[in-house]
């Protein structure tokens, strides 16, 4: 059955997929900055490139997640949104935030956009994946409480399934711990211990439960598996993902100047983390073998099973391959750990949102499903993305490799930039793929655009 309320997640689907497509561009323009330095200086310097990059990438995210939520909530509660005008607002208070943010980097000094936007008054800014200004992470803080209040009331007037529940917690958990972004002090170690707090709790903590609540959704739709089947699978997974992702944030914690016994908690837990993700792959390809229909959004469940796998090599295999401290002694700091987050990002958290997209949006424009021109359209974008997402991940993991050994091993060490020099091949070949990926991106674009005769809903 379908809600009208339903209908605001649109938007937010809408305005995730732009600024996703803005992180792939200005990505791009990072990848050749590696490799010819004075790629469009001053215009746009590599400082401000990466915080366009990683800053969309926070944003679309959260756009993804609570366009998600809209659709999801109110089909799990049985009732309508209730406040559609209220997720219309907020939806365009963030949106105009975020664009303004971003032109606020692009266009004036990072120094004075701290100094204008109040930064004396309450020092947040220059923080890796923090950079937003005061008001830009007030506004956050707002649109989170709104967003909160509308699906908890929401829930609180309709049914109460563990999707709902599991999706809510970690959407709390999501505005929680970002007021820890609000905490700026001034010893570093410090600054790092709760810098972790809202970066590693974030993705390695509560977005797991997003992750494992959208998932258990759609492979319900479309798998036909029931219920309870499903909600089992979904309790053990995020009760894996909160123990070991929590008490795991210590493996940040070596070599800030915290105590020592967080290489053992956090060796150790941080170990356990691709449990929960083999868990998440082992549900996905069960429930669709076990499906009782052949749902005819067969690209969404494709997506859906390719979350599984992504997340399991992103976030577990590449993220266990350094975290052990006696490695990580080593590759902190260097390409390994670019590679871990590249394919981790993508595994868990691109892919989840574009399967939610994937699935919701052929409804939501009268359809049960796109047609069969569009679905292959979808596909190839699906290979070309993902694909190009292994080979990227390949190339930062050999010249994180390769970085180690000449700046850290090595008997005659180089220095970083004669090191950067040594491994450029790498990167020019991780710039071949990211042109892919785009291409992969404009192809999921299209596919929308390509649906030729239509399946009635």
Not at 186 to 203: Q, S
Not at 325 to 334: F, L
Not at 370 to 388: C, D, G, P, R
Request: hydrophobic share 55%.
């Amino acid at each position: 059955m379908q809600y009208q309320s339903q209908k605001v997640a649109k938007l937010y689907f809408t305005a995730a997929i732009v600024l996703f497509t803005a992180q792939i561009l200005f990505g791009l323009v990072m990848g050749l900055q590696y490799v010819i330095g004075d790629f469009l200086f001053p215009a746009i310097p590599f400082n401000v490139a990466r915080m366009v990059h990683t800053n969309a990438l926070i944003v679309w995210l959260l756009m993804g997640f609570m366009g998600a939520a809209y659709y999801l909530i109110p089909e799990e509660s049985e009732t309508e949104l209730y406040s559609p005008k209220l997720a219309v607002w907020l939806f365009w208070i963030f949106f105009v935030a975020a664009i303004a943010t971003v032109l606020g980097y692009l266009l004036v000094p990072y120094a004075s956009l701290a100094k204008w936007t109040g930064n004396d008054i309450l020092e947040t800014m220059g923080r890796e994946f923090l950079e937003q200004p005061l008001p830009t992470k007030l506004g956050i803080v707002i649109v989170a409480l709104g967003f909160l209040f509308n699906i908890v009331m929401t829930v609180l007037k309709g049914r109460k399934t563990a999707i709902s529940m599991v999706l809510m917690l970690g959407l709390a958990g999501l505005a929680g711990f970002f007021l820890f972004s609000f905490y700026n002090p001034g010893n570093i170690a410090r600054d790092k211990y709760y810098w972790w707090f809202v970066v590693h709790l974030w993705v390695e903590g509560v977005w797991e439960l997003i992750l494992a609540a959208i998932l258990a959704f759609v492979l319900i739709k479309v798998t036909g598996v029931d219920r309870e089947v499903i909600d089992k699978w979904l309790y053990v997974i995020i009760t894996l993902a909160l123990v070991t992702g929590i008490i795991g944030t210590g493996h940040h914690f070596y070599w800030i100047g915290s105590a020592e016994f967080w290489q053992w908690w956090g060796g150790v837990f941080s170990a356990l983390e691709p449990i929960p993700f083999f868990a998440m792959t082992v549900f996905a390809f069960n429930m669709v073998n076990r499906r009782r229909r052949e749902h005819p959004n067969r690209v969404a469940t494709l997506w859906a099973m390719g979350t599984g796998v992504m997340s399991f090599l992103g976030a577990g295999v590449w993220g266990f391959m350094h975290t052990l401290a006696p490695v990580n002694y080593y590759t902190h700091g260097t390409q390994v750990t670019a590679a871990h987050g590249h394919i981790a990002f993508y595994g868990a958290y691109v892919m989840v949102v574009l399967t939610m997209i994937s699935y919701a949006m052929p409804l939501l424009r009268g359809r049960a499903a796109n047609s069969n021109k569009a679905q292959v359209i979808e596909m190839w974008s699906f290979w070309l993305m993902t694909v190009a997402m292994v080979f990227i991940t390949l190339f930062l993991t050999a010249a994180g490799i390769l970085q180690v050994w000449l700046q850290r091993v090595s008997s005659t060490p180089l220095s970083y930039m004669a090191a950067q020099d040594q491994v450029a091949l790498f990167y020019w070949l991780r710039e071949g793929a990211g042109v892919v990926f785009l291409i992969g991106l404009m192809v999921y674009i299209v596919s929308f655009f390509c649906n030729g005769k239509e399946k009635a809903a």
